[in-house]
């Protein structure tokens, strides 16, 4: 049962150019979404994440967008880098369900590729 | 991934073999969550610990695998005679605490059963 999906296994797009990231789930109790970013042989870090009490988060070059009728987000990253070629992993938590702490659910993650 | 240690980076065992994966905390952490990354998988949550205590095991096989956090050094996932679906990449996370807490992460201990 994935209830965080990422249907986009990878992303090429040109340096400067907007990447977006989208990512869907299921469970209607999620109330708070992350964007981990993973480089290989490393562990996942931490970019942005968005309470369900918002549409919007902004970070720099990042933004978090999240639609909770349609339950889903996106990642905007502009303009583009290629530092930024990684793997992309949606995740979220419910907190109002009773949880105290961090449980999350991953996707599947989404491999961007920025070419210079 | 600042100041989480996961050793080894690499571990490989036979089957019917111990594994052992390590994972200290940053400073001031006293949460570990471990998680699993199967090949072409997003991470899977496995288990939830504070000192000396698992608070949430959900996530965890129900057999061969254990988890411990002593009041002194580090987490350890113990997965007694392991087989080839045990191949993964094993990762702990920690924070301070809270729902919300940024969870940080170590770079993961890759584990190879042949």
């Known amino acids: 049962d994935q209830q965080v999906k990422q249907n986009s296994p990878s992303l090429s797009v040109q340096e400067g150019r907007i990447s977006i990231l989208n990512c869907d789930y299921t469970?209607?109790?999620?109330?708070?979404f992350l964007w981990y970013k993973k480089y290989p042989a490393e562990g996942p870090t931490f970019l942005i994440s968005?309470?369900?009490?918002?549409d919007k988060n902004e970070d720099g070059r990042f933004t978090v967008f999240l639609n909770k009728s349609a339950k889903h987000l996106s990642l905007h990253i502009v303009p583009s880098q290629p530092g930024d070629s990684a793997v992309y992993f949606c995740?979220?938590?419910?907190?109002?369900?009773?949880?105290?702490?961090?449980?999350?659910?991953f996707g599947q993650g989404t491999i961007l590729t920025v070419h210079p | 991934n600042a100041g989480v240690m996961q050793n080894p980076r690499h571990l490989v065992r036979r089957r019917g073999q111990e594994a052992r994966l390590r994972c200290s905390p940053m400073?001031?952490?006293?949460?570990v969550y471990w998680y699993r990354q199967l090949p072409e998988e997003g991470l899977k949550f496995m288990v939830y610990?504070?000192?000396?205590?698992?608070?949430?095991e959900s996530g965890m096989p129900k057999e061969r695998f254990s988890a411990e956090f002593p009041k002194e050094g580090p987490s350890i996932l113990r997965i007694q005679q392991v087989v080839r679906g045990d191949s993964a990449a094993y990762f702990c996370?920690?924070?301070?605490?809270?729902?919300?807490?940024?969870?940080?992460f170590g770079p993961g201990t890759r584990l190879t059963v042949l």
């Open positions: 469970n209607s109790m999620f109330d708070y």
């Open positions: 995740a979220a938590n419910d907190n109002a369900g009773g949880t105290s702490y961090g449980k999350l659910t």
């Open positions: 996370a920690t924070s301070s605490g809270g729902s919300t807490d940024t969870q940080y």
């Open positions: 610990l504070q000192k000396e205590n698992i608070i949430d």
């Open positions: 400073k001031g952490h006293s949460h």
């Open positions: 968005i309470s369900s009490i918002k």
